[in-house]
């Protein structure tokens, strides 16, 4: 079953916008990641968050976590066209077996030149 | 990711057939995982193995079996292929450490007619 559903499903903005994805997801967890999936390739790791870490960069990937209302969001700043890609929320729950991640179904990201 | 390769890239077959997706990684990982992905599902997991004497049925087992035949190698089997398992498989790795992300291989798209 699926546990992270990010929001929006698909986002379309112009190069040098900020885009921002959401993921909520249902139960405890130990950490929860984003991934990068461009069309027709596999998916590519960004970012891990921890699950008692409040908030992470990466150059220009900014993560934020918040465990109580149970949700993250990915914030991409001055996107590029090479940013388009499907982004996936994973959460690898606490308790569960170990490593293993239940992914979102993904938001389509378009950023046109 | 070059490290995780997965063999055939692209397989159509017919229904009833056998067909094996096979999966090899030089990360040196011990955990390996295999997914499939449905559009506007996201990825489910099929199995996954800790080790070489550890095989593990996921979300969607059914219709599938695995062998792990190496720390490197991890196939994934369809006995009796059948329409509805049309879809974009993919093979992942990752270290023991549950902190840390998966690697993807670039995914075997598998049409059954």
């Known amino acids: 079953s699926q546990q992270g559903e990010e929001d929006p499903q698909a986002l379309s903005i112009q190069e040098g916008e900020n885009a921002t994805m959401n993921c909520s997801y249902k139960?405890?967890?130990?950490?929860l990641q984003w991934y990068r999936q461009n069309s027709g390739r596999g998916l590519v790791h960004l970012i891990l968050?921890?699950?008692?870490?409040r908030e992470k960069h990466s150059g220009r990937l900014r993560v934020t976590l918040d465990t109580s209302k149970k949700s993250s969001s990915l914030l991409i700043t001055a996107s590029r066209a090479a940013d388009t890609a499907s982004y996936f929320c994973?959460?690898?729950?606490?308790?569960?077996?170990?490593?293993?991640?239940?992914f979102g179904k993904g938001t389509k990201l378009s950023v046109k030149p | 990711d070059a490290d995780v390769t997965q063999t055939p890239r692209n397989r159509i077959t017919k229904t009833g057939k056998r067909i094996m997706l096979e999966c090899s990684q030089t990360?040196?990982?011990?955990?390996m995982y295999w997914y499939r992905q449905d559009p506007g599902l996201g990825l489910r997991l099929i199995y996954y193995s800790f080790d070489v004497k550890d095989i593990n049925k996921g979300e969607i087992s059914d219709g599938y079996s695995v062998s792990r035949q190496a720390q490197a190698k991890f196939s994934l089997s369809l006995e009796s292929a059948i329409p509805n398992q049309t879809a974009l498989y993919f093979c992942a790795t990752s270290a023991l450490d549950s902190n840390q992300p998966q690697h993807f291989g670039d995914g075997t798209r598998l049409s059954i007619l």
């Open positions: 994973a959460t690898a729950p606490y308790g569960g077996s170990q490593g293993n991640l239940i």
């Open positions: 139960t405890s967890i130990n950490n």
């Open positions: 990360k040196g990982h011990d955990r």
């Open positions: 968050i921890r699950s008692n870490e």
